[in-house]
């Protein structure tokens, strides 16, 4: 089996509510998809997407994808999709880092590999749980009683999870808006739903102590990513009282290896375009599994083909270690493509057709801006 054509598409995906705000004074109205179409000498064709959450998530955006890809997609005709590993050493032997450019061509060699064998990805990735994944909002950081309404708005749509944006600036309300904003959210909780608080690196370490201070002893809440650098993470660690999920530190399994190593955290946001795809993705679920770390199965953003890796990884962790999953459909309009994943009774499950089970709607994709051939 062989890689004989790759197909490069951009698509803008509208953010579906009015601005998606984060700590630190970032502000998301839209985001730049990079899509990729793998055909082989079989006949399948497979997808990947790598959504970057703008430029200021992580070191990431979307020109750069393109940019790498344009620096892959060459060296990766001709290769076997079907041998994962080989093709993330072709990838590394050609290109440094650059995960995020990795991811989608990783991705649509997962979804060739598994329509090859006729069973679904996740099958290929180890074997579903056959468990219905709860599924997490993501409540951008605004006023706390919008917030709060917010919660009530995804709790009725079937969500278990809920992530609160935290890291006002001092000149907005600070740690005493957080607080707030935390506790207006938790105010309705109902039994079985799991709240993180996240502050996507924007807290300094007396600032998190501040936040503590103001919070209620019996909060029951994960706080996730409170700082920028591993070393106010550190200090963070030493005196929080609450668990911790990391997030945008975690991108290299070395990340992970030293979060374990120095104790930094109980769980972390596994994003596959930030791990580089499903096959990174996959032995970051195994480390995890093995230190007995949780997990919130995510990407950065992205439209339903996205979606379909994720779910599809997802799907392969233990119940007890997966605490979440992210629906990056419901963030964004423009969708490409259908994925027989709904949410019902409170989750979703990954599809049980070959591959990733993406009808992609080709009329709505256009015309690809780059095509490579073998
Ligand atoms: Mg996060």
Redesign the pocket.
């Known amino acids: 089996m062989k890689i004989t054509q790759i197909d490069l598409f951009n698509r803008n995906l509208p953010y579906q509510g009015e601005t998606y705000s984060l700590s630190g004074g970032r502000d998301y109205t839209e985001f730049q998809a990079v899509i990729v179409r793998m055909l082989s000498d079989d006949g399948f064709i497979g997808w990947g997407e790598s959504t970057p959450f703008g430029g200021t998530y992580i070191a990431a955006h979307a020109r750069g994808a393109v940019a790498g890809i344009e620096e892959l997609a060459p060296a990766l005709l001709g290769q076997d999709p079907r041998c994962h590993e080989r093709v993330c050493d072709v990838m590394e032997q050609t290109l440094l880092g650059h995960n995020h450019a990795r991811a989608p061509l990783d991705i649509a060699c997962w979804d060739l590999a598994a329509q090859h064998y006729q069973v679904p990805v996740c099958t290929l990735l180890g074997g579903s749980t056959r468990q219905r994944m709860p599924i997490i909002s993501s409540i951008y950081s605004g006023k706390p009683d919008n917030m709060r309404e917010r919660v009530a708005k995804h709790r009725a749509m079937g969500y278990r999870g809920h ?1 609160i944006k935290i890291g006002a600036d001092e000149a907005d309300g600070g740690v005493a808006l957080d607080a707030e904003r935390i506790i207006a959210c938790l105010a309705d909780r109902k039994p079985g739903e799991y709240f993180l608080a ?1 502050a ?1 690196g924007g807290l300094t370490p007396d600032s998190v102590m501040r936040l503590l201070a103001l919070l209620p002893k019996q909060t029951d809440i994960v706080l ?2 409170p700082c920028k650098t591993w070393h106010e993470t550190k200090q963070v660690r030493q005196h929080c009282w609450l668990p911790i999920l990391l ?1 945008e530190l975690i991108q290299y399994d070395d990340d992970l290896i030293t979060t374990i190593e120095q104790r930094l955290a109980d769980g972390i ?1 596994l994003k596959i375009s930030k791990a580089g795809g499903l096959t990174p993705a996959r032995r970051q679920r195994d480390i995890c599994r093995a230190a007995g770390l949780s997990m919130s199965v995510q990407d950065t953003v992205g439209s339903s083909i996205a979606f379909a890796g994720i779910v599809h990884l997802a799907q392969t962790v233990p119940g007890r270690l997966l605490r979440c999953v992210l629906d990056t459909r419901d963030m964004v309009s423009g969708h490409v493509a259908e994925l027989d994943a709904p949410l019902e009774n409170g989750g979703v499950m990954a599809p049980n057709t070959p591959g990733l089970g993406l009808r992609v709607d080709l009329a709505k994709l256009g015309e690809p801006a780059f095509t490579w051939t073998l």
Do not use: R, V, Y
């Open positions: 992530s996240d996507n996730e990513a997030d946001g």
